[in-house]
């Protein structure tokens, strides 16, 4: 399965310097994050439809390519019952899986983050949505304030202070997406066992994952640094919305142990091998050895569920 693949190749600096600085961030970080809250998913905060267009409208047209290499033909929305699982502070992905033809759409998150979306803002994506697909901005917005005043149609949405999908009916969605949600999870294997209950056979699952170090400064600078440090230390640290530290190969452990079949997963971002060889002894043991994979910084994982 070809892609274009970003190599990076970070400037060396001392390792040493790197194990304190990321420490002391995550450490930073946990205090932070415990008393305000989880608040920042995305690099940027939404502050407009136009940002909050195009980066959705990025969002969608990814998944639909990994689909689409993944059936080796066009994926098909019409129809389809979506689930996205953590569409972050708007519901913009889930507008435009239905102009393009989705019969539903329901999003599922960890923390309420939608309540923070700017007046207006579904309005806006709706007027755009409208205007890229030919469809209705009326009717997309619509589906917005029936969801508000808790008359959810074709849009749904659900935050209860966990991820937990066994609100929903046996089989009642047919296409799962997430966008560099599912390393936040900290049981990824809880979620498959409940997918396999939500999902229908023949259901299609495209993920972005990202394993990188999250933090802004240290993210660039030191990829790996959340690899750093064994796992007592860096439990002691964790707070809602750490990387969970799982491997390419434990995702597709989970996907194929709970029911999902042909699991198809490659990288989009990679570091310089070299640079792979220089940290690679400095990272905790177990994240030690597969030098080829512990490089994928940004992954995709697609699969079709085949049932239990």
Known sequence: MAWEVE???PRRTSNGLLHLAGLAILGANSVRHRVRGYRTPRPQPVTSADDAFRYDFAVVSNW???????LQRDPQLVGRHALEIGPGPDLGTGL?????GATSYTAIDVNPLLTRAPAGLHDGLAERIAARTGGSAAELSAQFRALQAGRPDRLRYEARGGLDLSIFPPGCFDLV??????????????TCVQLARVCRPKALFAAEIDLQTHSRWIRD???L????YPDPLYAAMRFAGSPNRLRP???????????WSEVHLYPRRV???SYVGRVEPTLAARFRGDLERLGWLSVVACATFEGD
Do not use: F, T, W
Not at 64 to 70: A, K, P, T
Not at 96 to 100: E, V
Not at 177 to 190: F, I, K, P, T, Y
């Open 7 to 9: 190599v990076l190749c």
């Open 64 to 70: 639909l390519e990994h689909l689409r290499r993944h």
């Open 96 to 100: 435009l899986l239905l102009a393009m």
């Open 177 to 190: 997406l997430s966008h560099a949600v599912l390393e936040h999870l900290q049981d990824v294997g809880g």
């Open 221 to 223: 600078a030191d990829p």
């Open 225 to 228: 640094n959340i690899y750093r």
């Open 249 to 259: 190969s434990d995702y597709e452990k989970l996907l194929a142990a709970h029911g």
């Open 271 to 273: 570091l310089d091998p």
